[in-house]
C-alpha cells in the first residue's frame, strides 16, 4: 500500500472536561475523496482545524506525505500543500475577489517583502488569480468586492482561495452550508471536477453530496471515529444507523 | 479617457499645491505667523500619516507613537549638545534610534491585540517619557534647548524659515510617496489583509507577526523623522512630547482626517492644528469646543473628513 498522504494518529484534543477529538486515526490516500461526517457537536470541525493547525492537538500526530506536521505552525502547512475552506465563510471582505485569490498565489510564490512595485500589476499572480476564480465560475466577478458577493459566490471564492494555493490536499469544512438547491448543486458539480486534481477531505452535512462525492467516508460521534469505510459499507453500517437514529432517513436515503 | 474628478482627489491636490505655494504667500503678505504655523502643521501631518500606516492599513491601534516623537526629537537634542552638529549624522541617529526602539516594542506588543495592544504601546511610550524626564544631564524635566539647528553644509539652512518648511514639506511628500507604494506594493497588500482577515491570512500562508513588525518599524522610523523635524522647528525638546495626550493627539489627526486613506492624515493634521490654533485665540478651553467636533466627526463621518469628501458626487 502506497504512503498515504494524510495519516492522522490517536488524535486527543480537549476543552476542559470535554474530549472533542478522542483517539481519531484517519488516512486519506492519494487522489482520495474522504468524507468526515457525524452529528452536530461530533468535533467534525475540531479535527479539521487541528489539520490546519489553527488548534493544536494534545496527544497523537499529524503526518501529511509522510511528513510529521504535528508541531508545524499553520502558516507552514499551507506552504506544504494543506489549504483549508472555511465553515463560516473567512474572506477579506474589503478586498476584491481577485485580490483575495491573488493574495493566496502570492504566499506561495516566496516572500512578500517586496515594498515598491505594485501588487496588483504582478502579471503571474494577476493570471493565477483570474485562472483560479475561472475554475470556480466567478471569472466574470473578479474585481467585485467580496462584500457584495452572494453567499453562494463566497463559497465559491472559498475554493478559488484554497486552490490558489495550489494544495496537495484541500480540507473543505461544509462547503454546502447555507446553499440553496441550485447552488448546492453547483458546488457538487464543482468538486466532482476538482476532485480530479487534488485529494480532498471534506466535512459536510448534506448526506446527498457526501455520498455522491465520496471514495471513503469516516464517522465522528462525539469525538470518537465509530466508522470508517467506502459508502455502501457506511450504509450497512449497524453503530452508524444508530448514532443517526433521529436523522437515520439521512444515511439510508440512497439504498 | 475622460478624467474623472472626485472630491477626495481634487481637495488631496488643492492642499499639496496650497502647501507648496504657502511661503510665495507669507512672503508677499509678511505673514511669517502663518509659515511658522504651518510648518508645525507639516511635521505633524508627517508624524500622523506615519501612524496611519500602522493604524489605518495594518489595522494596529498604536497609542504610543508620540515616543517616536521624542526619540527623533532626543537624538537631535543630545547629539548637539554634545556638540555633534552635522545633520548627516544627526538625523540616521534619530532615524535607526527609533526603528530600534519599534523594533523592540514591536516584537513584544505585537504578540497582543486590540486593547491590550494599545495599553501595551501606550506603557512603552510612558516608559520613553519617564526616562527621559529621568536625563538629568540633557533638562531632565524642562527639556533640552538645540542652540543650533542640523547642520546639512551648505547643502541647505535649516535657520532659514522658508528652506526649513520646504524641507519638512518634503518630508512629508516623500513619506506620503513611499506610503503609497508600501501600501499598493505586495508587502502593504499582507499588511492590509491581516488587518482584514488574519485567521485567513494564516491559513493561506502568511507569518502574520514578521510583517506587522516590519510594517510597525516603518512606521516608528518615518514618525522619527517627523521627531527630528520637530525639534529643530522648536529649537527644545521635553519630555512632554512623548507624553500619551501627543499620542492621542495623533491618533485624533488620523481619525479626523480619514484612516487608510493616504491623504487623509494630511488633511486631519492641517484640521485639528488649524482648530486648535484659532479656537485656543477665542477660549483657554478650546478642548470643550474641539470634543464635540471630534465626535460629530466620528459618529456621522466614518472614514473622516476624507470619507465625507468621497461621498460628496458630481452633479
Not at chain 1, 106 to 115: L, P
Not at chain 2, 13 to 23: H, N, Q, R, T
Not at chain 2, 41 to 65: C, E, K, P, R
Not at chain 2, 223 to 243: E, I, Q
Request: glycine share 10%; proline share 3%.
Amino acid at each position: 500500500m502506497p504512503e498515504p498522504l494524510l495519516r492522522v494518529d490517536s488524535l486527543v484534543r480537549r476543552f476542559g472536561g470535554i474530549v472533542a477529538t478522542d483517539r481519531v486515526s484517519l488516512e486519506v490516500a492519494p487522489g482520495e475523496l474522504h468524507a468526515i461526517i457525524g452529528p452536530n457537536g461530533a468535533g467534525k470541525t475540531t479535527l479539521i482545524s487541528q489539520l490546519t493547525g489553527q488548534l493544536m492537538p494534545h496527544a497523537g500526530s499529524i503526518h501529511l506525505a509522510g511528513r510529521d506536521i504535528t508541531g508545524v505552525p499553520s502558516y507552514r502547512r499551507s506552504a506544504l500543500g494543506l489549504a483549508r475552506s472555511f465553515q463560516i465563510t473567512s474572506l477579506l471582505l474589503d478586498f476584491s475577489a481577485a485580490d483575495n485569490v491573488a493574495l493566496a498565489a502570492q504566499a506561495h510564490d516566496g516572500h512578500s517583502f517586496h515594498f515598491w512595485t505594485n501588487a496588483r500589476k504582478v502579471p503571474h499572480l494577476r493570471r493565477a488569480a483570474h485562472a483560479a476564480l475561472d475554475r470556480v465560475g466567478l471569472g466574470g466577478r473578479a474585481d467585485v468586492l467580496v462584500s457584495r458577493l452572494s453567499h453562494g459566490e463566497q463559497r465559491e471564492l472559498e475554493l478559488a482561495v484554497a486552490l490558489a494555493t495550489r494544495p496537495q490536499l484541500l480540507l473543505l469544512d461544509e462547503p454546502m452550508a447555507g446553499l440553496g438547491i441550485t447552488e448546492s448543486a453547483r458546488m457538487v458539480k464543482l468538486l466532482q471536477e476538482l476532485r480530479r486534481e487534488v485529494s480532498i477531505v471534506l466535512v459536510e452535512h448534506d448526506m446527498d453530496a457526501v455520498f455522491a462525492l465520496a471514495d471513503r467516508i469516516t464517522v465522528l460521534v462525539y469525538g470518537r471515529v465509530i466508522a470508517s469505510g467506502t459508502p455502501a459499507e457506511i450504509r450497512q453500517n449497524e453503530e452508524v444507523k444508530r448514532a443517526y437514529l433521529g436523522d437515520q432517513h439521512a444515511v439510508t436515503r440512497h439504498v | 479617457m475622460k478624467v474623472r474628478l472626485d472630491a477626495r482627489k481634487a481637495a488631496a491636490a488643492l492642499v499639496v499645491v496650497g502647501l507648496l505655494l504657502l511661503p510665495l504667500y507669507t512672503s508677499l503678505s509678511g505673514n511669517v505667523f502663518a509659515l511658522t504655523l504651518f510648518t508645525r502643521i507639516v511635521i505633524f501631518a508627517l508624524a500622523a500619516a506615519s501612524l496611519n500606516l500602522i493604524m489605518g492599513y495594518g489595522g494596529m491601534m498604536s497609542f504610543g507613537h508620540a515616543a517616536y516623537l521624542g526619540i527623533g526629537g532626543y537624538s537631535v537634542g543630545i547629539l548637539a549638545a554634545e556638540g555633534i552638529g552635522s545633520g548627516f549624522i544627526q538625523w540616521p541617529v534619530a532615524l535607526l534610534a527609533s526603528a530600534l526602539f519599534a523594533l523592540v516594542i514591536g516584537a513584544l506588543s505585537l504578540r497582543t491585540r486590540g486593547v491590550y495592544f494599545i495599553m501595551i504601546t501606550l506603557a512603552f511610550a510612558q516608559m520613553a517619557y519617564y526616562v527621559a524626564s529621568g536625563l538629568a544631564r540633557y533638562g531632565g524635566d524642562d527639556g533640552l534647548t538645540i542652540y543650533k539647528r542640523s547642520d546639512f553644509g551648505g547643502l541647505i539652512n535649516l535657520s532659514n524659515r522658508v528652506q526649513f518648511y520646504y524641507v519638512c514639506l518634503a518630508c512629508l511628500l516623500g513619506g506620503l510617496y513611499l506610503i503609497w507604494r508600501i501600501v499598493n506594493s505586495r508587502f502593504g497588500m499582507v499588511v492590509q489583509g491581516l488587518r482584514s482577515n488574519e485567521a485567513r491570512m494564516q491559513a493561506i500562508g502568511f507569518p502574520a507577526t514578521r510583517y506587522r513588525l516590519v510594517c510597525f518599524v516603518i512606521s516608528g522610523t518615518l514618525c522619527g523623522l517627523a521627531g527630528a523635524l520637530l525639534a529643530n522647528n522648536t529649537d527644545f525638546v521635553s519630555p512632554a512630547a512623548m507624553y500619551w495626550t501627543r499620542s492621542g493627539d495623533l491618533m485624533v489627526m488620523v481619525i479626523l482626517g480619514g484612516m487608510g486613506s493616504l491623504f487623509g492624515p494630511m488633511i486631519g493634521a492641517i484640521a485639528f492644528l488649524l482648530v486648535e490654533e484659532l479656537l485656543s485665540q477665542v477660549t483657554e478651553y478650546w478642548a470643550l469646543i474641539m470634543g464635540p467636533l471630534l465626535l460629530l466627526i466620528v459618529l456621522f463621518g466614518r472614514g473622516g473628513i476624507d470619507g465625507l469628501l468621497g461621498r460628496v458626487r458630481r452633479a
